[in-house]
């Protein structure tokens, strides 16, 4: 009873163990079986009549016009309109195909097609294995998805993952845009593509660039930092990092932004910016500054806001909150501007100053205006409580007018006449205009409108015009509380004499931090050496895989070069090149 049992179970084990065997070998089905020892030896040739030759094996099934079946090696080639099936998975097509059982190693090439449930891929040459459930082609290959054809030479696909891995020439094609990259990680669930190396999102209005990105091609987003930039015809935005939307055309960039319009030949700055396609408009903060060129000369505006709208031929810039002007001859300060570059006009509103030469003025609102030809200061004039103050010449004091409304012209960008209207007021320190330059008195007048004539920066002649009432004073006769105007409110401490003084008293801005995109992840090789040996442990007679190089295409950006000073070094090197041609050199912005 005993020994029976034993036989029973040795056999029982064996028949476990002959059935385990006989399902790791690839079964087949065929119409007509040949054999030829002289062509093929050791193998079968299996052949179409009426059904596609079909074979399987663990998963995978595989139907073709004709077969040559290696049973021994568990190894078969394909030929003529293969077709591969891997569950419901992937579907691949081409002319010829094999396919190793004991590697789970599939080889295709001539017109290869491969089909998942969210995209396809055609190319030339696909290497498939099934143990690490990846594809691999290094020829050229197009995968297109319900929105998307993505092209490149090399391309990787990731099966648990759903990603591709795209490498040297990728680019991606939908409606809206065009993306170019050195290389792309590539998601098909969701439409993902993170892109690395110098990269392009271009649409119909606009053009991104950056070196490392991402995007989502389903919903027309994107994030771009490492030299960053976005083109709107005539605009370019750079920034540390800049986030797009090709549906609404809106771009917001941060830290380090710098705006080029050539069409006005102007430069913003800031570390926070908005940029609105549609409304043509820009909106910058934090530390916000706008150059704009003029006769050879730049005029530099600084608020805690700036806001530049309008097409180029009507293109208007307003600053709000702590507004600060600088020019090589003129200064000011008021809450908010509104600068109109077509018209010319400049008007500074809540509590304006102006700084030109000695002169100081004020008023309620300041309206300045350009020659557009010429782009020369042609006038200026100050609405209301418009008051005028020019330090003497030695110091003693203040020479003082006060009107209503006063009027500046100039002339190569120096003002030679003032005009003050209604209920004017004057207070001078009338000198000598020789030698010691002896103070002979101090002069108040009261008349209804007054004309000033400057000759190299100094009030020269004064013409007083109907109602006047004055008195010389003897400086020893006239109380030091009798010297001012009523208004009178000498602010030269706070003059900008520079372009560093248009930030002076603020403390730099905390930057936002930036999130990085990280560099792709270090995979091994396709063709690493542990495939390569299991490719090469288990060889079959007349593999085509095997005359191929076992070896993966080389990349077209390392992650280590990607990094790396030199390359980094030589794209700045681009970029500034590029950045010269947007601009004049005479456009320096220092802060």
Same mark, same amino acid.
């Given at each position: ?45 299996? +052949? ?13 099934? /595989? ?14 080639? +394909? ?145 771009? /930092? ?46 926070? +910016? ?6 043509? @408009? ?6 916000? %500054? ?88 042609? @006038? #200026? ?20 007018? *006060?009107?209503?409304? #006063?009027?500046?012209?100039? *002339? ?31 002069? *108040? ?6 004309? %000033? %004539? ?107 070069? #990607? ?29």
């Amino acid at each position: 009873m005993k020994n029976k049992f034993l036989y029973i179970l040795f056999a029982f084990i064996f028949s476990v163990a002959s059935f385990a065997q006989e399902g790791k070998q690839i079964k087949v089905q065929s119409d007509r079986t040949i054999k030829d020892q002289n062509r093929f030896p050791g193998a079968t040739i299996l +052949a179409k009549v009426d059904k596609q030759v079909y074979m399987q094996h663990e998963g995978i099934e /595989i139907w073709c016009d004709q077969a040559i079946h290696y049973g021994e090696d568990k190894f078969v080639k +394909a030929l003529g309109n293969v077709k591969m099936k891997q569950g419901d998975t992937i579907i691949m097509t081409s002319k010829y195909a094999e396919y190793n059982g004991n590697t789970k190693f599939a080889y295709a090439s001539d017109d290869v097609f491969m089909e998942t449930p969210s995209n396809t891929l055609r190319t030339d040459t696909l290497f498939f294995d099934r143990l690490r459930q990846q594809a691999y082609y290094r020829s050229g290959g197009t995968v297109r998805d319900s929105s998307n054809t993505l092209t490149s030479q090399i391309g990787r696909y990731f099966m648990d993952r759903k990603q591709y891995s795209f490498n040297t020439t990728v680019k991606i094609v939908n409606p809206e845009n065009t993306v170019d990259s050195d290389r792309l990680d590539y998601y098909t669930e969701n439409g993902h593509a993170y892109l690395y190396g110098p990269s392009t999102v271009k649409g119909k209005e606009s053009t991104l660039y950056c070196e490392r990105g991402f995007y989502d091609t389903k919903v027309k987003t994107g994030y771009a /930092i490492k030299n960053a930039k976005i083109d709107y015809d005539k605009r370019t935005v750079f920034g540390d990092s800049i986030f797009y939307n090709s549906a609404s055309q809106f771009a917001s960039a941060t830290n380090n932004i710098r705006v080029l319009d050539t069409a006005n030949n102007s430069v913003i700055t800031g570390h926070y +910016a908005e940029v609105f396609k549609e409304k043509d @408009s820009v909106f910058i903060t934090k530390r916000a %500054l706008a150059a704009t060129l003029q006769e050879k000369d730049s005029i530099f505006i600084h608020s805690d806001t700036l806001m530049v709208t309008g097409k180029p031929e009507r293109r208007i810039m307003n600053g709000f909150y702590d507004v600060r002007i600088y020019k090589s001859n003129m200064s000011g300060k008021s809450d908010s501007i509104n600068v109109d570059q077509t018209t010319g006009y400049t008007k500074m509103i809540g509590r304006p100053i102006i700084w030109s030469q000695r002169n100081q003025m004020t008023g309620d609102t300041i309206k300045i205006i350009s020659n557009t030809k010429t782009e020369k200061l042609d @006038s #200026l004039i100050v609405y209301q409580n418009a008051f005028l103050v020019q330090e003497d010449t030695l110091k003693a004091g203040f020479n003082q007018v *006060k009107g209503q409304i #006063l009027y500046g012209l100039f *002339k190569e960008n120096e003002l030679y006449q003032v005009d003050i209207d209604k209920n004017t007021e004057t207070i001078f320190y009338q000198r000598e205009s020789e030698g010691e330059l002896k103070l002979i008195g101090i002069n *108040k007048v009261l008349s209804s409108s007054i004309r %000033l %004539l400057l000759n190299n920066r100094e009030i020269e002649d004064v013409y007083y015009y109907q109602n006047i009432d004055g008195t010389l004073y003897r400086e020893i006769d006239l109380p030091e509380n009798a010297r001012e105007l009523s208004g009178f409110n000498w602010r030269g401490d706070e003059r900008i004499n520079s372009k560093a003084d248009l930030f002076r008293g603020e403390s730099p801005p905390e930057l936002t931090k930036i999130t990085g995109i990280p560099l792709p992840k270090d995979e091994a090789d396709f063709f690493d050496e542990e495939t390569v040996k299991r490719l090469e442990d288990n060889k079959s007679e007349g593999s085509r895989l095997l005359e191929q190089e076992l070896k993966d295409a080389e990349l077209k950006e390392t992650n280590e070069q #990607l990094d790396s000073i030199p390359f980094k070094k030589k794209v700045k090197e681009d970029l500034n090149t590029e950045k010269k041609k947007n601009q004049k050199d005479s456009i320096n912005i220092e802060h």
